[in-house]
């Protein structure tokens, strides 16, 4: 579901402008289980006063986890697998796009990316990594096949491919998860949205696991104005997020 396209152009006259469109995903019946589980547990914890200073964050971590694909929870060790409905999603729209748009896809989570690869690759759709796997010569011989056109799918992880890189033949940016912090959304972004750009505009798009935190995070991350960390520790904000109110 297309919930908003918002062009906006670079105040640079050589770049070309940028596209936002955000994407609704709905969660499979697996990770609706985990994710109410999750927040529930978040829940309890906010009303009885015990949450801890520096639990507000895990936890929310964990909701966007869970948010994005099927979560196996075994003491502190966190697993995620498929089903996915940001995987299914992202394969969707790679798919409405034509086999021959070339796109960049980022997330948080490195197990996250690896899952999108393995169904790409099976899908017969060309794809590359770059994670905190990929030393430096391995990242710039991955970036020169995506450059070239060897590879139409280029995934990575925000932590190693946010800031460096440049992936300028990419026409589409796909965000699976979105970073806490509004500057490295802009970094990673820009990846693509840079001198030297092939296509006449760059779409970035948000895909979004509907009636989850991820909805009012990007909200936050929109207004700009707002430090996340610190909203996630207001606890009337957070409780508000989690029961889907809007303040």
């Given at each position: 579901?297309?919930l908003r396209?918002v062009?906006?152009?670079s105040?640079?006259?050589?770049?070309?402008?940028?596209?936002?469109e955000?994407?609704?995903?709905?969660?499979k019946?697996?990770?609706?289980?985990v994710y109410?589980e999750?927040?529930d547990r978040?829940l309890?914890?906010?009303?009885?006063?015990d949450?801890?200073?520096?639990n507000?964050?895990?936890?929310?971590?964990r909701?966007?986890?869970?948010?994005c694909?099927?979560l196996?929870?075994?003491?502190?060790?966190v697993?995620m697998s498929e089903p996915s409905?940001?995987v299914?999603?992202?394969v969707d729209?790679l798919?409405?796009l034509?086999?021959?748009v070339p796109?960049?896809v980022?997330a948080e989570?490195?197990q996250?990316?690896?899952?999108?690869y393995?169904?790409?690759i099976?899908l017969?759709?060309?794809?590359d990594?770059?994670?905190?796997?990929?030393?430096?010569?391995?990242r710039?011989?991955?970036v020169r096949?995506f450059q070239e056109g060897?590879v139409r799918?280029m995934?990575?992880?925000?932590a190693?491919g946010?800031?460096?890189?440049?992936?300028?033949?990419?026409?589409?940016?796909?965000?699976?998860?979105?970073?806490y912090s509004?500057?490295?959304s802009?970094q990673s972004?820009?990846?693509?949205?840079?001198?030297?750009q092939?296509a006449?505009?760059?779409t970035?798009?948000?895909?979004?696991s509907e009636?989850?935190v991820?909805e009012?995070?990007?909200d936050?991350?929109?207004?700009k104005?707002e430090?996340l960390e610190?909203v996630?520790?207001d606890?009337?904000?957070?409780?508000?997020?989690?029961r889907?109110?809007?303040?």
């Open positions: 579901i297309l396209v062009p906006r152009k105040t640079l006259s050589f770049r070309s402008p940028k596209v936002y955000v994407r609704t995903v709905e969660l019946r697996d990770q609706q289980r109410n999750l927040r978040l309890v914890e906010l009303d009885s006063g949450l801890s200073a520096t507000p964050l895990a936890l929310n971590g909701l966007m986890q869970a948010a694909a099927t196996d929870i075994t003491d502190d060790r697993s409905s940001k299914t999603a992202l729209v798919g409405d034509g086999e021959e796109a960049v980022f989570s490195k996250l990316i690896y899952l999108a393995e169904r790409l099976k017969g759709i060309t794809a990594t770059i994670t905190g796997d990929d030393d430096g010569s391995a710039t011989e991955l096949e060897h799918v995934l990575l992880t925000l190693v946010g800031e460096g890189l440049t992936f300028t033949r990419a026409s589409h940016v796909f965000y699976l998860q979105r970073p509004m500057l490295r802009v972004e820009d990846r693509v949205h840079r001198l030297g092939q006449d505009r760059v970035i798009v948000d895909l979004v009636g989850t991820e009012e995070v990007l936050i991350l929109e207004r104005e430090r610190e996630v520790r606890k009337q904000r957070l409780y508000a997020m989690l889907g109110e809007k303040r």
